[in-house]
């Protein structure tokens, strides 16, 4: 466990990533005031998602307004309908907050999967360069000696790799601006779409 929700014990049901239905699901990052809105945010969910959260994590209360979010968004490219529902989840997130007048910042890096496809949002309330950074590459993920990199053309299976950090060379990757979220495809195309 690297980290845990401001506040809250660790403990084996806070750690990620999170499973729910057909997603994995993890955060990197925080909900600002999130012990301000935590009852909030249970009190807009479905019967099923108020009861598949199991920990007291933000990152769960997160996916769970995804979950609702992905359950009404009508659209039928299972990426697409990805994305919507977390922008749908951090519009949430941060109404909540402003409406409790809650003035910390909320980070939210997330990664969320069907295993197929994934959207991996760099977001920050303001919009700033505050943002937890975001890399992507493209190519065959190689690791030798325990050390970790991304070859474009190398020998093997192409790969899209989305980390915090540049594994290997900074410049086989891109960074994410902030607000932004990386979709990548089942067919390993990547899409960069403002939040």
């Not at 999130?34 to 249970?42: C, L, P, Q």
């Not at 990805?82 to 003035?103: I, N, P, Y």
């Not at 910042?105 to 295993?115: C, E, H, I, R, W």
Request: net charge negative; glycine share 8%; with cysteine.
């Amino acid at each position: 466990v690297r980290a845990a929700t401001p506040g809250l014990p660790v403990t084996h049901l806070n750690c990620h990533p999170f499973q729910r239905k057909q997603f994995a699901f993890m955060h990197n990052g925080s909900v600002g005031g999130f012990s301000m809105i935590k009852r909030r945010i249970r009190e807009g969910l479905s019967y099923h998602a108020y009861n598949a959260i199991e920990g007291s994590t933000d990152s769960e209360h997160v996916l769970a307004l995804m979950g609702d979010a992905y359950d009404s968004v009508v659209e039928e490219d299972p990426l697409d309908r990805m994305a919507l529902a977390l922008c749908q989840a951090v519009t949430q997130v941060e109404s909540l907050r402003k409406a409790a007048g809650v003035e910390e910042q909320s980070y939210l890096n997330m990664a969320v999967t069907d295993g197929r496809c994934a959207v991996v949002s760099r977001y920050v309330s303001d919009g700033s360069e505050g943002a937890h950074s975001l890399y992507y590459a493209c190519g065959c993920l190689m690791v030798e000696r325990g050390e970790a990199r991304v070859v474009e053309g190398g020998e093997g299976e192409a790969a899209v790799v989305v980390a915090s950090e540049p594994l290997g060379p900074a410049t086989a990757w891109t960074p994410v601006p902030p607000n932004h979220m990386v979709m990548v495809s089942d067919d390993r195309m990547v899409e960069v779409r403002a939040m």
